[in-house]
């Protein structure tokens, strides 16, 4: 990426962060006191906004499917979840300072953006063929023979393969001589002025108790996974559910990331989106490849183009995982994770059955035998799906008659304002006929009434809020009963009766056509 291209994708990221403000969709949180690094508050139109997502996500995973039901356990749980699931051993990050800058980054991310930066050279050798042979380019034949890009790939074959094993044996050592060999600069300081690299816990943890003797260690739930697992006998025992099925929830988790950084993409407190299928042992990279599948077609419904989302597989899976993959969005930033796949085992069941020393298991009547079975989890981000949705939606226009126009381009179904409702001016009985309308609109989509203003501004703000639809009512409304109603997209404007209405906007607004 040349510098001014990366200067533009930051530019327009500020652009993004500054109208989420503007528009009454993310605060800094409590910012009357300078704020707090890497906490957001949702304003008025972002909490409609990740509301509509996480029902729209609910849908897509308990409603329309009878094998999947939901629970919303506590933040809190008992502290042998932590150590049984290994968050309390094994949720580390490595990291590393530089001592000149005296920032904090984690090794594993200095190391996979220095790979991603090789992997760009191939881009770039690819566009420059692209460009010389036009149509008869053939870019797999490329790929294969171009002596630059098998250069790049046996390098990055290289630090990949070392890479891994460092993760693999947890050598620190090894971590740090892969930046320094990759000669890896500081950003802020331009340095390779390097600590050691050191693991760093990820969980926050508090106490319970008023009395400090009385106090116990607990901790605030690093993922929502663990409050499905433990509650599996519960679930099993009351929903009439056999295997496969699966467990829903939405939830808050924290990690006390290392970096906290590019907005809501990754902080300290986050929400996630989960659920766990429970399998038969020896089905699970069937079930794998199935809700592999059903997850991208969840992320193209969104409306994201096909060249926005690609797969990551992981290198080295977590310590609970037989195979991993990433849905990753094409943020301003580059490609990152949006959400993980991920293929358990029975990895966690087991870990808690055998703490506390409860039977964790399933009789399958077909097989007439016990077992404990299988996990594949689909965990996605709340706030990172809801900022892909702003990068993804947002745009600067320019039109016809020279004027520019900021257009928040979201799935109608997503949008915190549905229907805008303006009279064309503030008297001769509109803002009454207005009233009116929105009485029985309002109980089937999210209104939004404004008399203010010429017609034209009172359109600029609904196109930045994302509102698919406006509906204008004139005079000629208060003869024959119809008004005016305008298309975010295409700015296109048509008149329809009243009666009319809410048939038109239920079908523009329908959130099933990306699911069937
Ligand atoms: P990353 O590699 O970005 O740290 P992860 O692989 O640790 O993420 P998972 O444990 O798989 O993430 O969590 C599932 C999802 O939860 C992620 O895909 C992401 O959307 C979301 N998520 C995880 N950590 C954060 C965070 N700190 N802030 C916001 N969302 C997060």
New binding site residues.
Partial sequence: MSTNTSNNTQNVFQEIISHCKEYGFIFPSSEIYDGLSAIYDYGPYGIELKNNIQQYWWKAMVQLHENIVGIDAAIFMHPNTWKASGHVDAFN?PLIDNKDSKKRYRADVLIEEAIQKQEAKIDKEVDKAQKKFGDTFDKEMFLKTNPNVLRVKEKIGGIEARFKKALEENNLEELKQIIVDLEIVCPISGTRNWTEVRQFNLMFSTEVGSVAEDASVIYLRP?TAQGIFVNFLNVLNTSRQRIPFGIAQVGK?F?N?IV?RQF?????E???M?MQFFVRPGEEMKWYEYWKEARMKWHRSLGFGANKLKWHDHLKP?HYANAAV?IEFEFPFGF?????I?SRTDYDLTQHQNLSGKKLQYFDHELDKSYVPYVIET???L???FLALICNGYKIEKLEDGSERTVLALPPFLAPVQIAIFPLIKKDGLPEKSREIMDVLKWDFKCFYEEKDTIGKRYRRMDALGTPYCITIDHQTLQDNTVTIRERDSMKQERISIEKLKEVVNEKIDWRAGLR
């Fill in positions: 990050d993922e988790a990690r990331e906290a809501i993409f990754r902080t300290r986050f929400e996630q989960e977590a990433d990152k994770e949006m959400e993980g991920h965990s996605v981000g706030n990172r799906t």
